[in-house]
Structures are given as C-alpha cells and as structure tokens.
C-alpha cells in the first residue's frame, strides 16, 4: 500500500492507501480556493515543465491537467502526439525518451493501451508520471475527483469543511456503478478511491459489460438495477463506450437504455438526497436522460470544475513532494 | 575428431551408469566403466554431470525467411547449441510462410550450414491463412514430418479435418496452435482475476481446450495423429491424457515458461511475458509441473519465439507474443522435475527422445538429411550428445545470450544445472558451456 503520492508516480488508485488519497483531497481543497481568486495562479510549479502526452484523443481531461499546471505556474509543453504514431513506427520508448531529451518534471499521459504509463514510469525514473487514462485500466484523477465531489457535497450538507471530515462521509455509503464496467477505467479508480475511503460499491451492468472475473473485485453485482436505485447515496453513470466497440456487447443501444438506462422514470426510484455523477462526455438519451442529467441531483458541472484542483493537487504532491517529506 | 567423455552418468533409454563414452567419426564407437584414451582423442571430464542424447526442440521459431532481425537460422542454431540441442524444428510462420517446397528447401540448406540438424515443420495451409490446404506431400518427400499453421491454429474445423485425413497416410503429423481466435480476439493475457484488474483483454483459457477437445474429436473421426503445441491449462493435459489411453493417436508439449512463470507476471505490463497461449494461473503452472514429472508430455519443447526489441518496447496490448526460450529450457525443466529430486531418465525423455520421436528424427525414421537423434547412447548411436551439469547454479542474463533477440523472460532468474558440453553430428559444437 502506497500511503501517500509525494514524490511518486501516480499511476493507479489500486495501491493507494485511504490516507494517501485523502492527503490528495485535503490539499485539492487548498486549491479550490485559488480558483475562486481573480489571479488563479500559485507559484507552486514555477520553473517546472511539464509535458502533456496524449496519444488518445480527449479534450476535457487535457484541458483540465493543462489548466491545472498553468495554475501552479508549470511550464506545460503539450504534444500533439497521433494515436498513430506506432503506426509510423516511433515506439512508445523513444517518443518518450525524445520528450525526456527536452528536460521535463513530469508527464501527463493518455494511451489507449493499458499499462502504458506504467512503462513510461520505467523508461524515465526521473519523472514524474500522471496517468491520465490507459486503456481499460484506470484514470487516477477521475476517481480521485469524483470521491473529492461526493465528499464537497455531503460536507456541505452538513455544513462543515470537507477536510474536516476526512473520510467520515464514507463510511457505509451506499455507490451504485452503473453501465459499460468492463472497458471502463473511470470504474476501475472509482471502486479502488471509494473502498479505500469505506464505501459500499455495488456495481449494475448487463451480463455482457461486467469484467470477467469479478470474484476478487471489491464490489456486490446487482441484478435489480431498480431496486438498487431505491438503495444508493451515489450514482455513478459510466459512459458507455461505443468507440470501443461495445455496440455488439448489447443486442442494441434501445434496449440498453431499457435495461439500464439512468431514464427520468428510474430516477424517480432515487432517494430524494442521491447524487448523480458521470464522467462524461456523456450520450444523453443512452446511459442518461437529458432531464436527469440536468436535474439539481445531478453534480456533473461540478465534477468537472473538481478537476482542475484534484489535479493540481496530483502534480504539486507528486512533482513537488520528495519521498522524504512526507510525515511518517 | 574422437572425444573421449570420462565418468559421467551416462542415462540410457531405461537405465544410467556412471561411464566412458568414446566418439569418433560422427558416432558413438564405445561405452564402457573405463576406456582407454586413444591416440589424438580429445578428453572430456564430465564427472558428476549427466551424458544423454542431444535436446531435440520441436518447436523454434528461427525467424528466416523475413524477419532476420529478431533470429536467422545460423543465430538460433548458436542458442540452441549452447541450450544443448542437437536437433531444431523451424516452425514455418516465417515471411512468407514455409508452405511450399522452395522455401523449406531453403531453409533446409541454410540448417545444412549450421553444427546442427535443422528440421522443417511446414504449414498446413497456404500461407498459413487457414482456407486452402499447402502441398503437404510435395514437402514430405523433402523430409517434411510435421505441419503447422503455429502462430495460430487451424480455425476451421473442417479445414482441420481435410488436412488430418490427407496427412494420415503420407505418415506426417500435425501440429496444433490451440486457441480459438474467436474466443481469444483481442486478448494479450490469460483471462481471470489480472487481467480483469489490469484493464487488459483475456485470452481465456476455453480458447484453447475448445480446440484440443475438437481435434480429440477430429482425429476420433479420422484416425489421424495430432501433436498439440504448448498445453497451458491442467484441463488440456487431461484431455489429452485421457484421448491417449483411449489408443488415439496424440502427443503433447509444453513449454518452459508455462510451468516455470504464471499470469502474474503481467502485473507490470512488461511485454517480455507476453506470449500465446498466455502464462496461466498459479494452479495450472503447479499442474503442468506435476504432469511433466508424471510422463505426460512427450516433450518439452521451447516455442523460442525472438522478437526484436523495438517491437517487445511497445505497450502490452500492441506488442507481439513470444518469448525466448532455448538457452534457459534445460535448467527450467531440471528445476520443474524437482532439481536435486529429477529423474534424469524422464529428464532425457522430454527433452530428447521424446521429442525425436514426434519429430520423427529417431534411428528407425524415414529421415531425409538429417542424422538420428533421441537414441539410447550406445555404440552404433549417430553422436548427437548433451552434458547437464545439475550442479552448477548460474543467473539467466539478457547480456548472455546467442539469440540476435533479447526478448527473455528468465532475465535475472537463478538457475540450478546447465548444459556444458554439446557433441552434435560427431562435432564438439559447446565445451564449458561456451560455443567452441
């Protein structure tokens, strides 16, 4: 168990302990305020670079981390690397080392493969390597950013500081998952961040989009996926993932939406305090109605504002921190 | 040249005895509690060290024609050599495929050129695509012994089923890649509890008992003979097993890195263990141990699979499958026998005789250039000889190795036992456990 991300890599959720992610949140918090300022930007990263690899395609999470490092003052060299560049022969190795050549602190990094950060953190020892999403595997910040909203709401609920509370909130807390589980890696770091932290997570997926192997996943699979609405605090809507060919995991897209659709008419199911969450980008009229998704219930706005200080608090800790500084 | 190998164990077919062995001109002329040493002979001192037929592997990628930049036939002769084997079967998934008489011819003359025999295993299909059967008997009157499609299986059944019936009787075997594509698409790892955390397709291990119990069944309805390739799973080596005492005409292999690694492995998504039939469960690695010690694999046979490093580099899910294996099967096998427990005559029988006679490179067969391999290791014997030291203990290492590629697995792993001579076609090809 990794008990705090000073100085580390931060490549997957699966290995932190409720400590190092909350250090993750407490410090998230420090930087909403500098988001709320006139002048957004802190000196916290003055004079470090910090490259922004994607080699998928995605515009939210790179304009998030980008905005995230501007904000601490990080020079950001952003590369517009092609998901074809294997295609043209580079290997991931020397496209890295080539970044590397130019003197960097960190990367950020998107690949459709999973476990390509994980190489990446072999290939250059010396930096510093944000997982930003590989393949099916994980996306660190997204699971660090939704538990981050769902603890902001419930502390102001009870009108105390999220910090304070640490992971108090948690406790027994009832997370339904609900969607495309097997090529979701936003549901991979979501049930790593939310068992660590003591919530209850059971997950809700057709047959065909539950993981194989399940049996060591900490989560119940619900069969009723009505009857667990009427039992969740927190609803998590995944996207699902067309562009990974899951249009022939289900016999179709209306039937999905039947089946385990967020509808307007399910969410009358939820209790009136439940939060619905999604990553996006979302398929409105599939995995989510319209109105739902625009619903006061809803936080989605929210967690993508999250964003910019979760991540801003995963650069600082993890580019700043020396393994040394952190308290033992 | 004589060589004059002095009081080793010397393991026959059923029996060891501590012994002098006495090579002269490409065969075993003696085999005695003490022989004289003749004028000119070279003196080996083998004492404490195991002298059995040379390995026979039935299964090397060798890589030429195409991909010369992984392994070329003369490399992977070096590797194989210095792994103790005399005999190698190039697997035809080469560019283009070893399907027709010309290109196994050609790789016949370059084996011809190296200090071992070299065999063709050819492919069952034309450019092993799995639509059209290739010229099976033109290349088996080359010597040709057995066919594959490796690298995949034959998917369609009844492709499989064509080929079994027009293999039967020109007397070749065929060999099996058993993984249903299907099933496996897309997958870089075995299907199960890592993978699902990994966020890594499976390749689940029906894939592969599917096809072995299809071509049980196929070779029920032909009276054909199927050599299934590397058995990765405990359930594949029971239905091979039990197709076996049924009297049906089967053999079996596995390979080194599916009983001495598992699935594990691939927690840190390096490609190095990326391999089809993927490494398995800790279970199924534990059952492919006991199978092995227990006599049900004909072979061991290494699936050497060189790949060069600016593929091995790319991200798991891209890069290619295989891994080495020649230069480390030996001490692997010794280990999974039980080490200092092995039997050395099972430790023979997989790693030579049984493998000389799926290949069909015994004193008895109908061989076309190749001299007779897997033999007892008496006087008469075609001198293809190996020396395992079971003392020595020795660290695997990326840096040491023969093959052009550097794609292995065992970098870093302790090893007990290794080969420190190889005679191979009467020549002194490894003394001290370096080429000569």
């Given at each position: 168990?990794?008990?705090?991300?000073?100085?580390?890599?931060?490549?997957?959720?699966?290995?932190?302990?409720?400590?190092?992610?909350?250090?993750?949140?407490?410090t998230?918090?420090?930087?909403?305020?500098?988001n709320q300022?006139?002048?957004?930007?802190?000196?916290?990263?003055?004079?470090?670079?910090?490259?922004?690899?994607?080699?998928?395609?995605?515009?939210?999470?790179?304009?998030?981390?980008?905005?995230?490092?501007?904000?601490?003052?990080?020079?950001?060299?952003?590369?517009?690397?092609?998901?074809?560049?294997v295609?043209?022969?580079?290997?991931?190795?020397?496209?890295?080392?080539?970044?590397?050549?130019?003197?960097?602190?960190?990367?950020?990094?998107?690949?459709?493969?999973?476990?390509?950060?994980?190489?990446?953190g072999?290939?250059?020892?010396?930096?510093?390597?944000?997982?930003?999403?590989?393949?099916?595997?994980?996306?660190?910040?997204?699971?660090l950013?939704?538990?981050?909203?769902?603890?902001?709401?419930?502390?102001?609920?009870?009108?105390?500081?999220?910090?304070?509370?640490?992971?108090?909130?948690?406790?027994?807390?009832?997370?339904?998952?609900?969607g495309?589980?097997?090529?979701?890696r936003?549901?991979?770091?979501?049930?790593?961040?939310?068992?660590?932290?003591?919530?209850?997570?059971?997950?809700?997926?057709?047959?065909?989009?539950?993981?194989?192997?399940?049996?060591?996943?900490?989560?119940?699979?619900?069969?009723?996926?009505?009857?667990?609405?009427?039992?969740?605090?927190?609803?998590?809507?995944?996207?699902?993932?067309?562009?990974r060919?899951?249009?022939?995991?289900?016999?179709?897209?209306?039937?999905f939406?039947?089946?385990?659709?967020?509808?307007?008419?399910?969410?009358?199911?939820?209790?009136?305090?439940?939060?619905?969450?999604?990553?996006?980008?979302?398929?409105?009229?599939?995995?989510?109605?319209?109105?739902?998704?625009?619903?006061?219930?809803?936080?989605?706005?929210?967690?993508?504002?999250?964003?910019?200080?979760?991540?801003?608090?995963?650069?600082?800790?993890?580019?700043?921190?020396?393994?040394?500084?952190?308290p033992? | 040249?004589?060589?004059?190998?002095r009081?080793g164990?010397?393991?026959?077919?059923?029996?060891?005895?501590v012994?002098?062995?006495?090579?002269?001109?490409?065969?075993?002329?003696?085999?005695?509690?003490?022989?004289?040493?003749?004028?000119?002979?070279?003196?080996?001192?083998?004492?404490?060290c195991?002298?059995?037929?040379?390995?026979?592997?039935v299964?090397?990628?060798?890589?030429?024609?195409?991909?010369?930049?992984?392994?070329?036939?003369?490399?992977?002769?070096?590797?194989?050599?210095?792994g103790?084997?005399?005999?190698?079967?190039?697997?035809?998934?080469?560019?283009?495929?070893?399907?027709?008489?010309?290109?196994?011819?050609?790789?016949?003359?370059?084996?011809?050129?190296t200090?071992?025999?070299?065999?063709?295993?050819?492919?069952?299909?034309?450019?092993?695509?799995?639509?059209?059967?290739?010229?099976?008997?033109?290349?088996?009157a080359?010597?040709?012994?057995?066919?594959?499609?490796?690298?995949?299986?034959?998917?369609?059944?009844s492709?499989?089923?064509?080929?079994?019936?027009?293999a039967?009787p020109?007397?070749?075997?065929?060999?099996?890649?058993?993984?249903d594509?299907?099933?496996?698409?897309?997958?870089?790892?075995?299907?199960?509890?890592?993978?699902?955390?990994?966020g890594?397709?499976?390749?689940?291990?029906?894939?592969?008992?599917?096809?072995?119990?299809?071509?049980?069944?196929?070779?029920?309805?032909?009276g054909?003979?199927?050599?299934?390739?590397?058995?990765s799973?405990?359930?594949?080596?029971?239905?091979?097993?039990?197709?076996?005492?049924?009297?049906?005409?089967?053999?079996?292999?596995?390979?080194?890195?599916?009983?001495?690694?598992?699935?594990?492995?691939?927690?840190?998504?390096?490609?190095?263990?990326?391999?089809?039939p993927?490494?398995?469960?800790?279970?199924?690695?534990?059952?492919?141990?006991?199978?092995?010690?227990e006599?049900?694999?004909?072979a061991?046979?290494?699936?050497?699979?060189?790949?060069?490093?600016?593929?091995?580099?790319?991200?798991?899910?891209?890069?290619?499958?295989?891994?080495?294996?020649?230069?480390?099967?030996?001490?692997?096998?010794?280990?999974?026998?039980?080490?200092?427990?092995?039997?050395?005559?099972?430790?023979?029988?997989?790693?030579?005789?049984?493998?000389?006679?799926?290949?069909?490179?015994?004193?008895?067969?109908?061989?076309?250039?190749?001299?007779?391999?897997?033999g007892?290791?008496?006087?008469?014997?075609?001198?293809?000889?190996?020396?395992?030291?079971?003392?020595?203990?020795?660290?695997?290492?990326?840096?040491?190795?023969?093959?052009?590629?550097?794609?292995t697995p065992?970098?870093?792993?302790?090893?007990?036992?290794?080969?420190?001579?190889?005679?191979a076609?009467?020549?002194?090809?490894?003394?001290?456990?370096?080429l000569?």
């Amino acid at each position: 168990m990794i008990t705090s991300i000073r100085g580390r890599n931060l490549l997957t959720l699966d290995q932190l302990s409720d400590a190092a992610i909350l250090e993750v949140l407490d410090t998230a918090e420090l930087f909403v305020e500098v988001n709320q300022r006139t002048i957004k930007k802190v000196p916290a990263l003055k004079g470090r670079v910090v490259a922004s690899l994607f080699f998928e395609e995605s515009t939210r999470t790179r304009l998030s981390f980008e905005t995230a490092a501007k904000r601490l003052s990080a020079d950001v060299l952003s590369l517009a690397v092609a998901s074809s560049s294997v295609k043209k022969g580079e290997s991931l190795r020397d496209t890295i080392a080539t970044i590397d050549a130019l003197g960097i602190d960190a990367v950020v990094m998107r690949h459709s493969s999973s476990g390509a950060a994980h190489q990446v953190g072999g290939y250059v020892p010396h930096v510093r390597v944000i997982n930003a999403g590989d393949g099916l595997h994980q996306h660190p910040t997204q699971g660090l950013l939704d538990v981050f909203t769902v603890r902001q709401v419930l502390a102001e609920r009870a009108h105390a500081k999220g910090s304070e509370t640490g992971k108090e909130m948690f406790a027994g807390l009832h997370v339904l998952i609900v969607g495309d589980i097997r090529h979701s890696r936003v549901a991979r770091s979501d049930i790593s961040a939310y068992t660590a932290l003591g919530a209850d997570v059971r997950i809700a997926a057709p047959g065909t989009l539950r993981p194989a192997s399940l049996e060591e996943w900490p989560v119940r699979v619900v069969d009723d996926f009505d009857e667990a609405l009427e039992w969740a605090d927190v609803v998590g809507v995944l996207r699902l993932q067309r562009e990974r060919g899951t249009g022939s995991f289900v016999p179709s897209l209306a039937e999905f939406t039947e089946t385990y659709g967020l509808t307007s008419e399910r969410a009358r199911r939820l209790r009136p305090s439940a939060i619905i969450m999604h990553p996006g980008p979302m398929n409105r009229g599939v995995e989510i109605d319209s109105a739902v998704a625009d619903s006061p219930a809803a936080v989605i706005e929210r967690q993508v504002s999250n964003g910019v200080p979760i991540r801003m608090a995963a650069l600082y800790l993890s580019v700043n921190g020396t393994a040394e500084e952190t308290p033992s | 040249m004589t060589y004059l190998l002095r009081q080793g164990l010397v393991v026959h077919s059923s029996s060891t005895r501590v012994a002098d062995v006495l090579v002269s001109e490409g065969r075993i002329v003696d085999v005695a509690t003490t022989i004289e040493l003749p004028r000119g002979a070279d003196e080996i001192d083998v004492q404490g060290c195991w002298v059995g037929p040379g390995f026979v592997d039935v299964h090397t990628h060798l890589r030429e024609p195409g991909r010369e930049a992984a392994e070329t036939i003369e490399s992977g002769a070096r590797a194989g050599a210095v792994g103790g084997y005399c005999a190698l079967v190039a697997m035809p998934n080469t560019e283009p495929a070893l399907d027709n008489v010309a290109l196994v011819s050609y790789v016949l003359d370059k084996g011809a050129r190296t200090p071992l025999d070299v065999a063709v295993a050819g492919a069952i299909s034309q450019g092993r695509e799995g639509l059209h059967l290739a010229p099976l008997a033109e290349m088996a009157a080359l010597g040709v012994r057995l066919f594959t499609d490796d690298g995949t299986g034959v998917q369609d059944p009844s492709l499989m089923r064509r080929a079994l019936e027009y293999a039967r009787p020109l007397g070749v075997r065929l060999a099996q890649h058993c993984e249903d594509e299907s099933l496996a698409a897309g997958g870089s790892m075995n299907e199960g509890v890592i993978s699902s955390r990994l966020g890594l397709v499976g390749r689940p291990a029906l894939a592969e008992e599917l096809m072995v119990l299809r071509d049980i069944e196929l070779v029920r309805l032909t009276g054909g003979s199927v050599h299934f390739l590397h058995l990765s799973t405990a359930r594949s080596v029971a239905m091979v097993s039990a197709a076996r005492r049924e009297g049906l005409d089967v053999t079996c292999e596995v390979a080194p890195h599916h009983f001495s690694l598992d699935e594990s492995a691939c927690a840190g998504f390096d490609a190095q263990f990326k391999v089809h039939p993927p490494l398995r469960t800790v279970e199924d690695a534990i059952a492919l141990r006991q199978a092995l010690r227990e006599g049900m694999f004909d072979a061991v046979a290494t699936d050497h699979a060189p790949h060069s490093p600016e593929l091995k580099d790319r991200a798991f899910d891209e890069a290619p499958a295989g891994m080495l294996g020649l230069e480390h099967a030996a001490a692997l096998t010794y280990e999974a026998l039980g080490g200092p427990d092995a039997d050395p005559l099972r430790f023979f029988e997989v790693m030579s005789r049984g493998p000389a006679r799926v290949a069909q490179l015994r004193a008895g067969d109908v061989r076309v250039r190749h001299s007779a391999h897997g033999g007892d290791v008496s006087v008469g014997d075609d001198a293809n000889l190996t020396v395992f030291d079971p003392r020595q203990r020795w660290t695997a290492s990326r840096e040491d190795l023969q093959s052009r590629a550097r794609n292995t697995p065992y970098d870093g792993r302790s090893l007990i036992g290794r080969v420190t001579t190889t005679i191979a076609k009467g020549q002194l090809v490894v003394h001290e456990g370096k080429l000569v």
